[in-house]
């Protein structure tokens, strides 16, 4: 069973336009959320994290928001860049020790 | 360079074969994962290490095997049991203290025919 939904397979943004990407899971003992980014025949990067305490956390063009009530994140890339044309990966921890569950992923395509 | 390495890169098995894919780092991470990739499945974790000559089953460990007798490497064999093992494997490692920031490795594409 999924514990980590993302239920967009694909998007597609204009660049310099805003890149939001969702994150829903099911298991309230999760406590730490991170997103990674992902290129063709490449593992994945880490991008950005946030635990369980926090609601928001920035780093650079990347945004995390957490809504522990509605068990929901998001990622937010503003502005967007060609660049950033990737598959993203949700992902979350606190149940089973330091294995991470992962989403299935959100292809992000980024147009000039 | 820190990292971790995987090898091979594109591995090719007969239907029945037993393959053993590498996973090497040199973080001084304690923590090791193995997690298969498929397309519209995401990640799935196989197996997982937070101790040399300690591992736990995943979701998906039916037909692989691993071991871990030295902190820097954690095999991973895909066993003939294994009813469809094509697919993309994936590496990662983590300092066990600290959760988030998996170090992940470049892949092996196995392919079985």
């Known amino acids: 069973d999924q514990q980590v939904k993302q239920n967009s397979p694909s998007l597609s943004v204009q660049e310099g336009r805003i890149s939001i990407l969702n994150c829903d899971y099911t298991?309230?003992?999760?406590?730490?959320f991170l997103w990674y980014k992902k290129y063709p025949a490449e593992g994945p990067t880490f991008l950005i994290s946030?635990?369980?305490?926090?609601d928001k956390n920035e780093d650079g063009r990347f945004t995390v928001f957490l809504n522990k009530s509605a068990k929901h994140l998001s990622l937010h890339i503003v502005p967007s860049q060609p660049g950033d044309s990737a598959v993203y990966f949700c992902?979350?921890?606190?149940?089973?020790?330091?294995?991470?569950?992962f989403g299935k992923g959100t292809s992000l395509l980024v147009t000039p | 360079d820190g990292g971790i390495t995987q090898s091979p890169k594109y591995l090719f098995r007969k239907e029945g074969q037993n393959v053993t894919l590498s996973c090497e780092q040199n973080l001084n991470h304690d923590a090791m994962y193995w997690y298969r990739q498929d397309p519209g499945q995401g990640l799935r974790l196989i197996y997982y290490?937070?101790?040399?000559?300690?591992?736990q089953k995943g979701d998906i460990a039916e037909g692989y095997s691993v071991s871990r007798e030295k902190k820097e490497s954690f095999p991973l064999t895909v066993t003939s049991a294994q009813k469809n093992p094509t697919a993309f494997y994936l590496c990662?490692?983590?300092?066990?203290?600290?959760?988030?920031?998996?170090?992940f490795g470049s892949g092996t594409r196995l392919t079985v025919v």
């Open positions: 990662a490692s983590s300092v066990a203290a600290t959760i988030g920031g998996y170090t």
């Open positions: 298991n309230s003992m999760f406590d730490y």
């Open positions: 946030i635990s369980s305490i926090k």
């Open positions: 992902a979350a921890s606190g149940d089973s020790g330091y294995a991470l569950n």
């Open positions: 290490s937070q101790i040399v000559n300690d591992f």
